[in-house]
Structure formats: structure tokens, C-alpha cells
């Protein structure tokens, strides 16, 4: 992780270090503010997955994580069923 | 048409009380009609800015708490007289004013005034919700670096969520040479990561600590690049359309000068 982030910010100007640091750290401060926009994209993404896969909604887990340099929004939904389709 | 404007921060000292000095100055300058009141209770320092410390009778709480009649408590600027202070207390408590405190003043400063400039105290608390609470426009003052920059988001978020929609953006403190050297980030890219409306770039300028020490807003100084700048933000408030500046850089040429000594500065 620190290797790549040498790798990835070492020879850059420090101005332009600060710029990616922030847009990063900012997606993860305005989440974590506001828990309720997380909630509904949660109930959005159960509702589009649910035309297709039986899903356990009770364990499901979705967050954003830190990948290096980027963001990721990571899901865990477990996948009870398949439904047919025509 | 009155605004009542909250100039506010997140982080402080960042240039709050310096950017209220200036606008107040530069808008009466411009012949508004112009009140600026200090929140910052227990740490007011916008009197001392503007050169007043020593005419202050009342303050904001004598007025809340009905002591005094809001006129009573302004005090008049010594040039501009179209320019009064409302200052704070150096001493009471900061919980002596609420939100809808500041919201009837505003209300009635409105009638009289073109513009009321609230200066906000630093931080995220009862100050801030107070400051901001009769304000139809929010300028955030930041400094292009990343714990102001990431403090003037957290501010973006909290005036989002009392339905304040309309914020401006002032980048203080700018050093021109380092953002040449990319060494320090510019108006673009603080553009890209906050997505504010930028409506004024203000460069670091030893003019803004000596014009402070003498209780003269930089804003009539044209020998001042931010002096310059904040003249350029008070246009643009009255609905101008002024291009941003480029700074004046010590180049290769000046330094030339100055090594022969051509230059005076
Ligand atoms: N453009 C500038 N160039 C040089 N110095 C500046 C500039 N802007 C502000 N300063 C200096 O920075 C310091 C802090 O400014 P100021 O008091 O306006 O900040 P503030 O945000 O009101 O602080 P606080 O959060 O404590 O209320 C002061 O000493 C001021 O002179
Ligand atoms: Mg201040």
C-alpha cells in the first residue's frame, strides 16, 4: 500500500498530490455524514438486484473502501436464489 | 433589494474577519449602505480590523437581550460613514445569542441596510448555526491547502443542510509562485474537488498584515495585489462581470532589477 502510493504520488508536483488526496478522503467525509444517502442507495440497489437474484438483505453489506488511489463502492449480497427468466 | 451575507470557514484563521473588514470597506467605498456584525463572541476582533476598537459603547448582546436599541449599538466607521459596526462581546458567553436571534436582526437591519456581512466564528458549532441563520448567501473563505480545503467541504455540507443553497467561494492566501511551481494547488483544482462558485482569489500580501496594524482595510490600496483582489470581489457582488486576475509574480526580469537595485521593492 505505502509502495504504491510512492509509486503512484512520487514524482508528482505536491500540488497535484493534495488535489487526488482530497477528492479521495471527501467522497469517504460526505458518506460518512451522510448515512442517510448510503441507506437509500442501499434500498435502490436491493430493489434493482431483486428483479433478477433472491437476495439476503439482513446480511448484505455495502461500503466505500479505500483502494490505493481510489474509491470503491464494495458490496456483499449474498444471493439466495437465481429467478427464472424468459 | 437588501443581502445579508455570512462569511464563514470551518477552519480558522484562514481570513474571515480579514475578508468581512474588506468587503464591508470596498461595498461602502462603492456607496452601499453597509452593517457588519461580529459572532465571534469572546474572540471579536473585527472592531480592532476596522480601526473602531476604541468607540464601542454596546454590543450584540445588549441588543438580544434588549438592553439597547440596535442603533444605540452600532458604531459608525471613521471614513465611510455609510459603514457601521455591530460588535460582539468580549465576554459573555458564546450561547447568549440563538439562531433566531440573529434572524430578527437581520430582518430588521434589512430595511436600512443594501448589505449585512455577518462574520461567523470558526468551527461547526451553536456560533455557526447562529451566524448563518438569517443569511440569504454564504461566502466561504478557504486557503489552498488540504485541511482548509477539506474544512470548507465540511461547511459546504452543513449549510446544504440547513437549506442554504447559495455559497460563493473566496481562496485566500494564495501564493502565486508556488502554485507556478505546482507546489500548491490553484483556483482550478480547488473548483474541481469542492464545485463551488469561486468568486475571488486573494494572494498571500505582507499589505494585509500592516494595513491590519494600522486598522485600514487593503481594499483602496492599488499598490496591493490583494487589495486589487478584494476590490474585484466587491464588483463581482454587485453583479460584475471581472475577469480574475493574474498575479504579479517576481520573475526572472524583477529579480534582475532588484539585484541591481532598479527595482524598489
Ligand atoms: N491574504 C492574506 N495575506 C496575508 N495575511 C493574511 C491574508 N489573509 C489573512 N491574513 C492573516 O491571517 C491571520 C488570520 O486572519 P483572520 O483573523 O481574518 O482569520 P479568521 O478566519 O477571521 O480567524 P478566526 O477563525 O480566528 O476568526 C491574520 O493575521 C491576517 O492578517
Ligand atoms: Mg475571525
Not at chain 2, 455570512?6 to 452601499?32: D, F, H, Y
Amino acid at each position: 500500500m505505502l509502495d504504491s502510493l510512492k509509486r503512484i504520488f512520487g514524482n508528482e508536483k505536491s500540488g497535484k498530490v493534495a488535489k487526488k488526496r482530497l477528492q479521495m478522503v471527501l467522497i469517504q467525509d460526505r458518506a460518512s455524514v451522510s448515512p442517510e444517502v448510503m441507506a437509500k442507495l442501499r434500498d435502490d440497489i436491493i430493489q434493482v438486484i431483486s428483479k433478477y437474484m433472491v437476495i439476503d438483505k439482513t446480511d448484505m453489506e455495502i461500503s466505500l473502501e479505500s483502494v490505493d488511489d481510489s474509491v470503491a463502492l464494495v458490496a456483499n449480497i449474498p444471493v439466495q436464489n437465481m429467478r427464472h427468466h424468459k | 433589494m437588501s443581502e445579508v451575507i455570512v462569511v464563514t470557514s470551518g477552519k480558522g484563521g484562514v481570513g474571515k474577519s480579514t475578508t468581512t473588514a474588506n468587503l464591508g470597506v470596498g461595498l461602502a467605498m462603492r456607496g452601499k449602505k453597509v452593517v457588519l456584525i461580529d459572532t465571534d463572541t469572546g474572540l471579536r476582533n473585527l472592531d480592532l480590523l476596522l480601526g473602531l476598537e476604541n468607540r464601542i459603547m454596546y454590543d450584540l448582546i445588549d441588543v438580544v437581550e434588549g438592553r439597547v436599541e440596535i442603533k444605540k449599538a452600532l458604531v459608525r466607521h471613521k471614513k465611510y460613514e455609510n459603514l457601521q459596526l455591530l460588535p460582539t462581546s468580549q465576554v459573555k458567553d458564546k450561547s447568549a445569542v440563538n439562531p433566531a436571534d440573529l434572524m430578527a436582526l437581520c430582518d430588521e437591519l434589512r430595511k436600512e441596510y443594501d448589505f449585512v456581512i455577518i462574520d461567523c466564528p470558526a468551527g461547526i458549532e451553536q456560533g455557526f448555526q447562529t451566524a448563518i441563520a438569517g443569511a440569504d448567501t454564504a461566502i466561504v473563505v478557504t486557503m489552498p491547502e488540504v485541511s482548509a480545503v477539506r474544512d470548507a467541504d465540511k461547511i459546504i455540507g452543513e449549510l446544504g443542510r440547513s437549506e442554504k443553497d447559495n455559497i460563493k467561494l473566496i481562496i485566500n492566501r494564495i501564493r502565486p509562485a508556488m502554485v507556478d511551481s505546482g507546489e500548491m494547488m490553484d483556483m482550478d483544482d480547488i473548483n474541481d474537488i469542492l464545485a463551488i462558485k469561486c468568486i475571488g482569489q486573494v494572494p498571500d500580501d505582507i499589505k494585509v498584515v500592516t494595513s491590519a496594524n494600522r486598522g485600514e482595510p487593503v481594499v483602496g490600496d492599488n499598490d496591493s495585489q490583494a487589495g486589487k483582489a478584494y476590490e474585484n470581489i466587491v464588483g463581482r457582488l454587485l453583479g460584475e462581470d471581472i475577469p480574475f486576475m493574474e498575479f504579479e509574480k517576481e520573475g526572472f526580469f524583477k529579480k534582475l532589477m532588484k539585484a541591481f537595485k532598479l527595482s524598489k521593492d
